[in-house]
């Protein structure tokens, strides 16, 4: 399968490069950006603290289930660890697939089931 999974330290700069598999229609990518406001509080910015080794194991088996389930031809994901600051990158996802449909589900399935699955913690710095 075509997975790549990244976990750096700060904000995620440019996305790593990843090739688009051949016969791939449709490349889906998701940024989240850190917003200005959490639970209601103005904040500066969040810090990710993440339990590395089993993080890059969840999202490998996530990863898996959602290109077997939704036939997708790839996936990359990039997740920050430490103190990202407002209107700074913190998650990128791209999936490759023959159709877009597919692709946007799959995309926010895989989404849904990170936020509750994998250990990657958030704490918002005022």
Same mark, same amino acid.
């Given at each position: 399968?075509?997975?790549?999974?990244?976990?750096?330290?700060?904000? %995620? @700069?440019?996305? $790593?490069?990843?090739?688009?598999?051949?016969?791939?229609?449709?490349?889906?990518?998701?940024? +989240?950006? !850190? =917003?200005?406001?959490?639970?209601?509080?103005?904040?500066?910015?969040l810090d990710y603290e993440?339990?590395?080794?089993?993080?890059?194991?969840?999202?490998?088996? %996530? @990863?898996?289930? $959602?290109?077997?389930?939704?036939?997708?031809?790839?996936?990359?994901?990039?997740?920050?660890? +430490?103190? !990202? =600051?407002?209107?700074?990158?913190?998650?990128?996802?791209?999936?490759?697939?023959?159709?877009?449909?597919?692709?946007?589900?799959?995309?926010?399935?895989?989404?849904?089931?990170?936020?509750?699955?994998?250990?990657?913690?958030?704490?918002?710095?005022?």
């Open positions: 399968m075509n997975i790549a999974i990244h976990i750096f330290p700060g904000p %995620l @700069a440019q996305p $790593v490069a990843w090739p688009t598999p051949d016969g791939a229609g449709a490349l889906v990518q998701f940024e +989240g950006i !850190v =917003r200005p406001g959490e639970d209601g509080r103005t904040i500066a910015a993440a339990y590395d080794e089993m993080a890059r194991r969840m999202f490998r088996r %996530l @990863a898996e289930d $959602v290109i077997t389930k939704h036939g997708m031809m790839g996936l990359c994901v990039e997740h920050s660890t +430490g103190r !990202v =600051r407002v209107g700074e990158c913190s998650f990128r996802l791209r999936i490759a697939s023959a159709h877009r449909k597919e692709a946007l589900r799959a995309s926010d399935e895989f989404i849904d089931r990170m936020k509750k699955d994998v250990p990657i913690w958030k704490s918002s710095v005022a």
